[in-house]
């Protein structure tokens, strides 16, 4: 476990770093997409501002005239036969090379121009965001803003996405384009979506996986020393009584001994209760061997439930009244009579007045009450005893499971008698409920559906 939980730790520690590299990555990216962006808005809103200029001076007229009609001798020759094409070429780069260093910077860049280049390069990127930007001095001063949300001026001026406006512009006036988009992060997030759900997936997944393999190790740990303890127990349940009944046999059948009829009737009952106590032990350890298998299989009768209850409490109060105690039978349901199997019925609640019996350090005071209503009829099973603590509420109808009696010795058992108990209610399609605190006793409730049997039916049937 302990080698699991460092490999575990360690292959979660790896995804998280790759993870993070993997997003500084795409962040990178994402802010050279931005500066590309910005680099290629400038290059066009120079060569943008060049064509118009070019196009407005006299080469540049020349040129549209020398492009558009056919060359003759008036147009490439001068009057004394000379080229001019010297000349033209020196106008030529004097207009692309020569700039006011007094118009402002402003007056050089249409707004609506700047934002069509900016929306235009930055889809061209998969940059879909909404983005803010501006025009600012070399002092990061405010020349022109266009914010997308109010307050992100400061963020748009210290933004490290920014460009120099026509850079090649030698004599003219400094001006930068800064560019911020609010949303980089949630943007890069997005475009990793994908990645970033599957990986947390995977790692839920091996998370899960070694939970779950941990939870089964220690139960498995849990159920090897409860089955070590079932072979212990059994070994010496089996042995007590065959022991008692072979001296039992022995003593009768010793010539030497005196017997009375007395002793002799005592010596048959004994034989007769401990061979009653092996069938238990057996019954116990069948049930077990029906409940692993999940073959367990019922024939449904239909049932006077009252007349099982009272076989039942028939047969528990010799053992109730050896420890002088009191089992009391109310009958209240108005409708008793259900569809079940009457065997292992009679076995759910011969187990649970047996535990009443024997989980109780005082004399036993045991209540068997029904009531009933449309859906079904109800048993409560209430006793005296010790208790169950709450946290041991839940697993007690676990096979093999067994509470911790305290004080209270003389406690047998194998653990399998209050799993049986659930099985054969569900079964039924019933349901069982506990009410118990520690020292206060405890109440069983059982609940057995009527099926198809009429809810009018009287009490006499």
């Known amino acids: 476990?302990?080698?699991?939980?460092?490999?575990?730790?360690?292959?979660?520690a790896i995804q998280v770093h790759w993870i993070r590299n993997s997003i500084a990555l795409r962040e990178a990216q994402f802010g050279q997409s931005l500066d590309q962006a910005l680099v290629a808005v400038s290059d066009r809103l120079e060569r943008l501002e060049k064509l118009e200029g070019l196009r407005g001076s006299m080469p540049g007229q020349l040129l549209g005239r020398i492009g558009g009609a056919a060359p003759d001798s008036t147009i490439l020759l001068g009057d004394d036969g000379a080229s001019p094409g010297d000349d033209l070429l020196e106008e030529v780069l004097r207009g692309l090379l020569a700039s006011d260093p007094e118009v402002d910077i402003l007056q050089r860049v249409d707004p609506r121009l700047l934002d069509s280049l900016l929306h235009e390069e930055l889809r061209e990127r998969g940059v879909k965001e909404e983005f803010d930007h501006g025009i600012f001095a070399q002092d990061r001063s405010p020349l022109s803003l266009s914010l997308s949300t109010e307050g992100d001026s400061l963020a748009l001026a210290e933004s490290g996405h920014r460009v120099r406006l026509y850079r090649n512009d030698l004599a003219g006036?400094?001006?930068?384009?800064?560019?911020?988009?609010?949303?980089?992060?949630?943007?890069v997030l997005r475009s990793m979506g994908v990645l970033l759900v599957l990986s947390a997936l995977f790692l839920l997944a091996i998370v899960a996986?070694?939970?779950?393999?941990?939870?089964?190790i220690q139960r498995q740990k849990r159920l090897s020393r409860i089955r070590a303890d079932l072979v212990n127990n059994m070994t010496h349940e089996l042995k007590t009584p065959i022991s008692t009944i072979a001296l039992a046999c022995e003593a009768l059948k010793d010539p030497s001994m005196p017997r009375t009829e007395e002793q002799t009737a005592a010596f048959v009952n004994m034989i007769r209760d401990e061979?009653?106590?092996l069938g238990v032990l057996v019954?116990?350890?069948?049930?077990?061997?029906?409940?692993?298998?999940?073959?367990?299989?019922?024939?449904?009768?239909?049932?006077?439930?009252?007349?099982?209850?009272?076989?039942?409490?028939?047969?528990?109060e010799v053992q109730v009244q050896r420890r002088n105690g009191r089992v009391t039978f109310d009958p209240q349901a108005e409708v008793h009579h259900v569809t079940g199997d009457r065997i292992h019925l009679t076995n759910v609640f011969n187990n649970l007045l047996d535990n009443a019996v024997k989980y109780t350090d005082r004399d036993p005071l045991i209540t068997v009450r029904?009531?009933?209503?449309?859906?079904?009829?109800?048993?409560?099973?209430?006793?005296?005893?010790i208790g169950i603590p709450r946290q041991e509420q839940d697993k007690i109808f676990e096979r093999l499971y067994r509470v911790s009696t305290g004080d209270v010795h003389n406690v047998k058992g194998f653990g399998l008698g209050l799993s049986y108990v659930r099985a054969v209610v569900l079964k039924h399609g019933g349901r069982i409920r506990l009410d118990s605190e520690p020292g206060r006793g405890s109440t069983f409730h059982i609940t057995l559906p009527f099926h198809h049997v009429s809810t009018d039916q009287a009490p006499a049937r």
């Open 370 to 385: 029904t009531d009933s209503d449309t859906r079904g009829i109800t048993v409560h099973i209430t006793d005296n005893g």
């Open 275 to 277: 061979s009653k106590r």
């Open 1 to 12: 476990m302990v080698a699991m939980s460092l490999a575990l730790i360690g292959l979660v």
């Open 173 to 187: 006036g400094e001006g930068y384009l800064h560019l911020h988009v609010p949303d980089q992060h949630r943007h």
């Open 209 to 216: 996986a070694f939970v779950f393999t941990v939870r089964t």
């Open 283 to 316: 019954e116990n350890v069948l049930q077990s061997a029906v409940l692993d298998s999940g073959d367990m299989r019922l024939k449904p009768v239909e049932l006077d439930l009252h007349a099982v209850l009272r076989d039942v409490v028939r047969n528990t």
